[in-house]
Structures are given as C-alpha cells and as structure tokens.
C-alpha cells in the first residue's frame, strides 16, 4: 500500500485502531477483529511481544489492510518495520528521525506532538498527520478545537484516552481521524475472546466518525450565505 | 550512599518531600519534621536562601536522612550541591545537561518533564526516574495513567499539586513515587512552627501510598454496553 494510499484510507475510516496487548496471538486477534468491524487499518504497538512478526502475518494475511508499526522509538527499529511490511510508523512522542526516515523510505508517519510548539515542530518535519497524544487528559476536544483554531492546515488524529462519551466530539472539533486503543480494544474482550463484541465496538466507532463528519458538513452548509 | 541505594529507597518509601520554604532556618525545621513523620527523603529547592548550606547541615545532622537539590538549573548549581553533600538532583524543566553531569557523577537524578515527548527525551538521557511535573493541572491521574501505558519502563514521580485526595490516585494510575510540596509542608505550619501538623500529613501521605500499592486497583465497570 502507497503512501498516499495509507493517508487516504486513514482519512477515509477516520480511526486508527491501536493494538497494544501482551502477546503476538492476542495481537493478531484484535487485529483480525477490528478487520472485520469495518476498520481496516492497524497499528501494532512495538511494546507487543513479537510485534515485527505480527506485523508481518497481516500484511501476507489480510492483503487490504493498512498495517503500521506504533511506539516505533528509533530508526533501527523502523527499518525493522518497513522489512516486515508496513504501511506506517507512528510514535509517542516527537521523534524527528523517525519522520525524517520515513521521509527518506517514502512511507506514511504520524509522530506524537502535545503542545503547539511540539505540533508546529512535528509538522514542519513534514509528517502526514500529527498525532496530538495524549488528548483526553490534557482537555479533550476543547483542547483539539484550540488546536485546529490555530493549525487548520494540520491534519490531527486525536489519540489518548478516546472513547466512546467523546469520539464524534473529537471529530466536530477538527481532528482528521482518531487513534483509539483500549475502549476499541478492551482487555477483558481480549481475553474473553469476544471478537464479535471487538467487531460491535468498531462499528460503533466508525459511526460516531461518520455522524461527527456529518454534523460538520451540517454544520458549514448552515453557515454558508444564502445566494 | 550509594545511587542504587537512594534511587531503591525513592521507590520504597514513595514521597519525595520538596521543601520550598523562604529561609534556610524554615527548610531546616520543615526537614526535620518529615523526617520524624516518617519521610526520610527531602529535596530542598535551590530557591531557598542558603540552600547548600541547609543541605550540608542536614546532611551532617542526620544519616538517616536522604537530602537532594531541587529546582536545579546547571551542572554548576549541581556540582556545588554534590559538594553539600546532596545525594539526588532534580529540576523542574528538562535540563538534559544536568542528567549528563548527574551521570557522569554517578548521581541520582530526576529531571522535570511533562509531555510524552520530554519524557521520553528524559528517559533516553540515562535518569532514575521522570519527574511529571505539573501534572495536577494537566490532567491528573489520567495523565500520569496515560503516560505510564506507554511507557510502563519509565519510572515515573508525580508531582505539581499532589494533595491527600489524589495521592493515592497516582499511585494506582502508575506512579513510581510521589512529589509533595505545599500540600505536606503548609506554609501556615511553617510560620507556626507547628512540627506535629507536619508529622501528621507525612503519616497521611506515606499511608496514602501504601495504601494504593496494598489495594487492588479498582476494575474499571461498564465498559460492555451489550
């Protein structure tokens, strides 16, 4: 998958689902699962045990699926990525070589920023997203809305506490997509192994994108002058 | 003592007291008293007058006591506390030049940061622990929770408006130990010399963590909406 592929297909679905859990098995699970509730993209977190093999196993098994590498923290691992085919790198906190690596191999990347200075510095590294983490206890969508106000160029994936009380407002209030873990992800679904309650809850996630991007497109239309 | 040993004695006790006080008298005073409520682990801000000489005298009076430098600028504020006899460095911002000389020293060191980007930048510098500071204001718990999820290697201090209702909070969202200011060593306490007052909240607080360390941390409920 290109580039400008993975960047439109995030776009598109609006979440990045975040498989962070202890064993390559369950990884491959939830990924699976996710899949199949309509989210076809993934990021597996180089905290999973086996996460380059994970990585692997998807990109040969589910063909249409974007599949990226999350908490990637230095190039070596990156490359590491890239060789077992993934479609994106993304990490926790601003990592410039990480980006500029990407860059270089022309794959998509999403650095994590906080603070504006963080977020203009993420972008000016021209990334394809920032990643604004973590947003849920630093403000939520009020603080994504501020963001927007001042970086309306910037593509921004809410991440960090997400759930299912605040998803569509993190989409009213500009943000392009939305990095979701545990409340896409639980544990205890996990280990219940629950994949149609995982598949139930990714439904639901894609329509709060979609009724949050339709309030917006309400939204705009109501404000645009009458002719 | 050595760095392992303080950076043990950190994680076993919890609490790091930080005395920021307006006089070196007071700083005394205030050490005292925690020490005597059971916190043996201070850290006197370099924002109090006569700081090194408080820390030396403490450092002399007391071998039980582990005396740090707070608020820590430069390697030069550092080496001049090292020689006050400070066994731990900390700041309130992230001063990587400080964790390099805390290094090199052999040291233990904790800088301030507060995003997961400072605090991986910490991390990668070769500290004993991230200072999360101010994390009351920046979300609390759930910071510190969201934090320590991603990065469940890191050590992590709480600290920045810690008070008896969220101590124990932090503890159980992931937190390593706990920074305590204002909230252990009232300003009014200080002024009235009131030793108990003080004992009493290092008491408090030292039960607030081992408390949430004992406990079994709540199971989050709901989340399954059938």
């Known amino acids: 998958m290109k580039r400008d592929e993975v960047r439109t297909r995030v776009l598109q679905i609006g979440i990045v689902p975040a498989v962070r859990v202890s064993s390559e098995h369950v990884a491959r699970f939830a990924a699976e699962a996710v899949a199949s509730g309509g989210i076809p993209i993934v990021e597996i977190e ?27 923290y230095d190039t070596e691992t990156a490359r590491r990525c890239l060789g077992a085919g993934a479609n994106f790198l993304t990490t926790d906190g601003l990592d410039l070589s990480i980006v500029e690596f990407a860059n270089k191999e022309d794959i998509a990347v999403w650095p994590a920023a906080l603070t504006p200075t963080e977020v203009i510095t993420a972008w000016k590294a021209s990334p394809d997203f920032v990643k604004v983490f973590p947003c849920a206890p630093v403000g939520g969508d009020s603080y994504i809305r501020i963001l927007k106000k001042a970086f309306s160029h910037i593509p921004l994936i809410a991440a960090g506490g997400v759930n299912q009380l605040t998803a569509q407002k993190f989409i009213v209030a500009g943000a392009s997509a939305l990095g979701v873990g545990g409340d896409l992800i639980p544990e205890d679904a996990i280990r ?13 996630f894609v329509r709060f994108v979609n009724d949050g991007r339709d309030h917006l497109a309400a939204l705009k239309k109501a404000s645009r002058p009458v002719e | ?63 039980q006591l582990i005396v740090g430098a707070g608020s820590v600028l430069n390697a030069e504020m550092a080496q001049t506390c090292l020689d006050a006899g400070a066994q731990f460095l900390t700041s309130d911002g992230l001063h990587l030049a400080l964790v390099e000389f805390a290094v090199r020293k052999g040291v233990v060191v904790f800088p301030g940061a507060l995003t997961p ?48 209702e969220t101590a124990s909070r932090y503890i159980l969202a992931g937190a390593a130990a706990l920074g305590i200011g204002g909230e252990l060593i009232p300003a009014g306490a200080i002024q009235r010399r009131e030793a108990d007052r003080i004992r009493e909240l290092s ?22 909406i059938g």
């Open chain 2, 203 to 224: 008491h408090r607080f030292a039960r607030f963590v081992k408390g949430a360390r004992e406990g079994k941390p709540p199971q989050r409920e709901g989340t399954y």
């Open chain 2, 1 to 63: 003592m050595k760095r392992e040993e303080v950076r043990n004695r950190i994680e076993e006790i919890g609490i790091v007291a930080a005395i920021r006080v307006d006089s070196g008298e007071n700083a005394l005073f205030a050490a005292e008293a925690v020490y005597q409520g059971g916190i043996p682990i201070v850290e006197i801000a370099l924002t109090v007058p006569g700081a090194a000489e408080a820390i030396s005298h403490l450092v002399q009076q007391n071998s």
């Open chain 1, 46 to 72: 180089m905290t999973v045990p086996g996460a380059i093999s994970v990585i692997h196993y998807l990109v040969e098994n589910i063909p249409d699926m974007a599949v990226g590498a999350g908490s990637v």
């Open chain 2, 117 to 164: 980007t400072e605090v991986i930048t910490a991390w990668e510098s070769g500290c004993d622990f991230v200072k999360v500071v101010p994390c009351a204001h920046i979300g609390g718990e759930s910071y510190i929770k969201s934090v320590h999820k991603m990065f469940p290697h890191i050590p992590l201090i709480a600290a920045g408006g810690v008070n008896q």
């Open chain 1, 192 to 204: 219940l192994k629950q994949a149609d309650r995982i598949r139930e809850l990714a439904y639901r």
